[in-house]
Nanobody
Framework: EVRLRESGGGSVQAGGSLRLSCVAS????????VAWFRQFPGKEREGLAG????????FYESSVKDRFTISQDNDGNTLFLQMNSLTSADTAMYYCAADAEAKACYYDNLNAAEYDKWGQGTQVTVSS
């Protein structure tokens, strides 16, 4: 069974940093496409950054690319999202999601509909 589990959320002061982690398990593929999303109350999930675990090729939503960095560990089973210079506007639930067929990464696609496996999310709260 494919599972994704996020951690690392919490409360931080504006201007601070957090690093989110996403542990992926149960995949039979050696490489897949993983992305980070966030969701504000009452809003659709928005894509932030993606990575193809086979090559570590990354892509970003333009509004966060100067502050957020997606990466992975050597095995490609733990994904990270380093978030710097956080503001209250970054307060949201953060999710990692995966596309086992990796098609989303072919087109640098951060559309949530392209990802079929999701974690339960981790809350990030930034206080000003």
């Amino acid at each position: 069974e494919v599972r994704l589990r996020e951690s690392g959320g919490g409360s931080v002061q504006a201007g601070g940093s957090l690093r989110l982690s996403c542990v992926a398990s149960g995949y039979t593929y050696r490489s897949y496409c993983v992305a980070w999303f966030r969701q504000f109350p009452g809003k659709e999930r928005e894509g932030l950054a993606g990575i193809y675990t086979g090559t570590e090729s990354t892509f970003y939503e333009s509004s966060v690319k100067d502050r957020f960095t997606i990466s992975q560990d050597n095995d490609g089973n733990t994904l990270f999202l380093q978030m710097n210079s956080l503001t209250s506007a970054d307060t949201a639930m953060y999710y990692c999601a995966a596309d086992a067929e990796a098609k989303a990464c072919y087109y640098d696609n951060l559309n949530a509909a392209e990802y079929d496996k999701w974690g339960q999310g981790t809350q990030v709260t930034v206080s000003s």
